[in-house]
């Protein structure tokens, strides 16, 4: 028998659509009145406007996503067995890693993995978490005890620091330990390549999981290669060419002065010399203008920008941006030259990408070859009732 109530929100007339479809957010605009008298990150059950039970999620009136759904199933309650068994689920998934390879991966990954405004990365024994929302915010003394658990970690650390809780109205915080042990950097393995990660400091949770699938493909265009990598951070994607053969030749390029000292120290963790490859500290549209105007060449170049806007609103001006990018990536391509391009903002759609591809060849009279289209890989499961939520584009192509 069911004895936990929880507060009602109804929605209009005929919105439970897409609801029942899977999909796991309500905009306010949905809701015949928002119950503005729930805390934020408060549970509540969704129910249609004819007074039919739809799901089961929590609510925020500060966000223009007023409710995110945990369940459809009416006998769930959100307890600590709710999220463990989320939590179980979640880890299920991540058995296709084989953790003498490796050993970095995305374990929770928010809608993907039924729970919203939760990411938790495993770096070898360690899990970073960032809560995202109110609602997970509330949840979150819950989490520790099965995350530490079910995965048998050594130590969780919060990496609440991100400026963009504040949209939820909560704070950003220190980084802080949950349980356990966590050091201040780990190795990790990934497809065997070794990288430091710095997990207090480093950027997000410390490394971007989402680009491993990319990386090993990377490998087979970058025998005896000059690679180009903007936006190369700790060097994920300068690593895994650098090994593809002795002859390879790397040049790096970040803004951040941090990473790029990672970037060296990364180099060596794998037994590369950081003499043979470039490291530059350095604004990659500016440092692709004047590569270009010297007639610096490049058979591999990989562009892996931070995303360009966080709204509808900033679109445009992101697509313009994709477009300068890609066409001054193109202009430092020698001609049969391997393009790796890449969009993270959730607003640009695949379609978007291939578009700015095209539009930049056409101006530079040049013609691409699709070769491999991705997205985040499996440990970022893509809710398919959520399109929304497939952020990462990736296109190989080759640019005659
Ligand atoms: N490709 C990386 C992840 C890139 S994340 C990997 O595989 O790990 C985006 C990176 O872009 C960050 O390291 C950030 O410091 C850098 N960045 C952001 N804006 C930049 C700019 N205008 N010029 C150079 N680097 C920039």
């Known amino acids: 028998m069911q004895l936990t109530h929880y507060p009602t929100a109804s929605l209009k007339p005929r919105r439970e659509e897409s609801l029942l479809g899977g999909h796991a957010w309500?905009?306010?605009?949905?809701?015949?009145?928002p119950p503005h008298w729930i805390e934020a990150g408060g549970l509540v059950d969704v129910k249609s406007a004819t007074g039919q039970f739809v799901a089961r999620g929590y609510y925020n009136s500060q966000t223009d996503i007023a409710i995110r759904i945990l369940t459809h199933d009416p006998s769930e309650i959100i307890d600590a067995a709710f999220l463990r068994s989320r939590i179980r689920r979640a880890i299920e998934l991540r058995r296709v890693f084989d953790p003498a390879h490796t050993n970095a991966y995305r374990l929770i990954h928010s809608d993907g993995d039924g729970l919203p405004g939760l990411v938790v990365d495993r770096y070898a024994d360690i899990l970073v978490a960032q809560v995202q929302t109110a609602g997970m915010?509330?949840?979150?003394?819950?989490?520790?005890?099965?995350?530490?658990?079910?995965?048998?970690?050594?130590?969780?650390?919060w990496r609440n620091d991100s400026q963009a809780r504040r949209r939820e109205g909560l704070q950003p915080e220190e980084p802080a330990i949950a349980a356990g042990d966590v050091p201040h950097e780990v190795t990790i393995r990934e497809n065997d390549v070794q990288f430091h990660v710095d997990l207090w400091q480093g950027q997000e949770t410390g490394f971007f999981l989402d680009q491993r699938d990319k990386?090993?493909?990377?490998?087979?265009?970058?025998?005896?290669?000059?690679?180009?990598?903007?936006?190369?951070?700790?060097?994920?994607?300068?690593?895994?060419?650098?090994?593809?053969?002795p002859e390879t030749r790397t040049t790096s390029v970040d803004v951040s002065a941090p990473a790029i000292e990672a970037a060296r120290q990364n180099f060596t963790l794998n037994a590369l010399s950081s003499d043979n490859h470039e490291f530059h500290i350095a604004e990659v549209f500016e440092h692709l203008e004047t590569a270009r105007d010297s007639e610096e060449r490049f058979d591999v170049v990989v562009l892996d920008p931070p995303a360009f806007a966080k709204s509808q609103g900033a679109r445009n001006q992101a697509l313009k941006a994709y477009r300068r990018l890609n066409t001054l990536g193109m202009q430092v391509l020698r001609p049969g030259g391997i393009l790796l391009t890449c969009s993270c903002t959730g607003v640009v759609g695949m379609d978007d990408l291939t578009g700015v591809l095209s539009l930049s060849a056409q101006h530079l009279k040049r013609s691409v070859q699709v070769l491999e289209t991705y997205t985040h890989g499996v440990d970022h499961p893509i809710n398919l009732a959520m399109p929304e939520t497939a952020y990462l584009k990736a296109i190989f192509c080759r640019v005659l």
Not at 26 to 33: H, T
Not at 219 to 245: D, E, I
């Open 26 to 33: 309500i905009f306010s605009g949905a809701l015949q009145q």
């Open 137 to 157: 915010d509330r949840l979150r003394p819950l989490l520790i005890e099965p995350l530490m658990q079910e995965t048998g970690a050594q130590g969780l650390l």
């Open 215 to 245: 990386r090993a493909s990377l490998r087979k265009y970058a025998v005896g290669k000059r690679v180009l990598n903007c936006f190369s951070y700790t060097g994920g994607f300068s690593v895994y060419a650098a090994l593809a053969s």
